[in-house]
């Protein structure tokens, strides 16, 4: 089952990475960018009996690994 | 316009970060894992006249900064 993961940062956290994105796309003549939040993505190919059981291990995934739960949300999709 | 940017490796290319993830929730006793592949996403708020223009907006972005095209893909989706 292919699956993709996608993890954000919560509301409040700073992300001085997508700050630094947004500058240089203003340098770079890209206008209209008003803010830039930069996540990550996992594309997972998981074996599970059914999607109950992969969004099970997905989560622990997320929960024991892919996810600062602190400071970050995930999402998973099962295609 | 909220949007979202997923930046994935193209399909050859060596993934030695998804592979060391995949590795690690094997030893974490995650089951059925048989693949992970790591990518980026950016949530970008863009101004834009209409969803054409914020979309020629964000092609450019990619163009420019946020991808590789010689290793990665992007797909963009505006809400």
Redesign the interface.
């Known amino acids: 089952m292919k699956a993709r993961v996608?993890?954000?940062l919560k509301g409040g956290v700073l992300d001085p990475q997508?700050k630094a994105?947004e500058g240089?796309?203003k340098s770079?003549g890209?206008?209209?960018?008003?803010?830039?939040?930069?996540?990550?993505?996992?594309?997972?190919?998981?074996?599970?009996a059914d999607r109950e059981a992969?969004q099970h291990?997905l989560s622990?995934?997320c929960e024991?690994?892919?996810t600062n739960t602190i400071v970050e949300n995930y999402s998973v999709e099962i295609a």
């Open positions: 996608i993890v954000t997508g994105i240089a796309l770079l890209v206008d209209g960018v008003a803010s830039v939040r930069q996540g990550k993505v996992f594309d997972i190919e998981i074996e599970a992969a291990r622990a995934a024991k690994l892919l």
